[in-house]
Every structure is written in structure tokens, then in C-alpha cells.
């Protein structure tokens, strides 16, 4: 039973991290608040499942439920656009704080299996760098060809860290199963 919660926890965080991959970028689903909102629901509920694995998952929870409260805040009609585009950029540390948190979930599986976790170290770097270097993009003291780089470089790293994500946590999933079989 427990094998079968865990394969079910990992797929719910995947399909948060799909459903935040399909958001990205010029897609036609850019602006859907509510998907947003189920995105960080099924994560949140799959990492909250799986908080026996680890501590971090405890953490990712808490963390995806924040950004539930970011998400409603910012949606159509509750605040002025302005003050929706400063929640917004605020709500990118919590976004941050996620994937950091997600991916040192895994690296806790992947040592708790006897495997190395540089991957995930450098998965950490990318998902960081990518979500910091839009946050630094938002503000005007930048010039021109600065933004244009930034905003360049940002866009290739954030699907990369996605796609990333999702494949580490498959990797901590089947390693996480693999030592619940061995267990039994």
C-alpha cells in the first residue's frame, strides 16, 4: 500500500510540474490563474503524501500552499493591476523556494539509496538561477540590452529546469520504490 501511495504522490508531483511547464513561456495557457492554482494544489498534495521520504516534501507543501495564496490573491478582480504585478514578482522567492525544495527532496532519496546527488545540486543552481535572473529582470534600473539578455537567457533556463525537475523526481520515485520493495 504504501508502494502504491508513493507511485501516486510522485505522479501527483509531476503532473503540477507538467501542468507549470505547459504555462510557460507564449503558450495559450500563460495567463490561466486557475490552472495555476490546481498546479500548485496537486503538487502540494502529492509532496504533503510523500512527507515520510523526507522532510523536504513536508516543506514543498507548505510551500506550494503559499503560492495557492499568491495565485488567489493575484487572480482576475480581487487587486489593482499594479499591485497584482508586485505579488507577482513577490511570488517567484516562494516559486524558488519550491523547486529548490522538490529537488533536495530527491537528493535525500537518491543518498538515502546510496546514489550521488551532484545532479541535483546542479539542478538546484539552474531552477535558481533562472527564477532569480527574472526577478532581477523586473526591475527598470537595467538597461535595455541587459534586460533583453536576461529575459533571453531566463526563457531557455526555466523549461530546462522544469523538464529537469520532472525527470529527477521519476529518478527519486523509482529509487523510492525500489528501496520500499527491498524493505518488504
Not at 31 to 52: P, R
Not at 112 to 137: C, D, N
Request: one cysteine or more; glycine letters at 8%.
Amino acid at each position: 500500500m504504501n508502494v502504491l501511495k508513493s507511485y501516486y504522490a510522485y505522479l501527483g508531483i509531476a503532473a503540477g510540474i507538467v501542468i507549470k511547464l505547459a504555462m510557460l513561456g507564449g503558450t495559450a495557457l500563460a495567463g490561466n490563474w486557475m490552472l495555476e492554482l490546481v498546479a500548485y494544489a496537486v503538487i502540494s498534495a502529492g509532496a504533503l503524501s510523500q512527507q515520510q521520504a523526507s522532510p523536504w516534501f513536508r516543506r514543498a507543501s507548505i510551500t506550494a500552499d503559499v503560492l495557492i495564496g499568491f495565485t488567489v490573491v493575484c487572480g482576475p478582480a480581487v487587486l489593482p493591476p499594479y499591485w497584482g504585478n508586485i505579488l507577482e514578482y513577490a511570488s517567484l522567492v516562494p516559486l524558488i523556494l519550491l523547486g529548490c525544495m522538490l529537488l533536495l527532496a530527491a537528493a535525500d532519496q537518491m543518498r538515502a539509496a546510496g546514489r550521488q546527488v551532484v545532479l541535483e545540486w546542479v539542478l538546484v543552481a539552474v531552477w535558481s538561477t533562472g527564477y532569480i535572473l527574472w526577478l532581477v529582470m523586473a526591475f527598470d534600473w537595467l538597461e535595455e540590452p541587459v534586460v533583453a539578455q536576461g529575459i533571453r537567457i531566463a526563457s531557455m533556463l526555466l523549461p530546462l529546469a522544469h523538464v529537469a525537475l520532472l525527470v529527477d523526481m521519476f529518478r527519486a520515485q523509482q529509487q523510492y520504490i525500489r528501496m520500499e520493495v527491498d524493505k518488504s
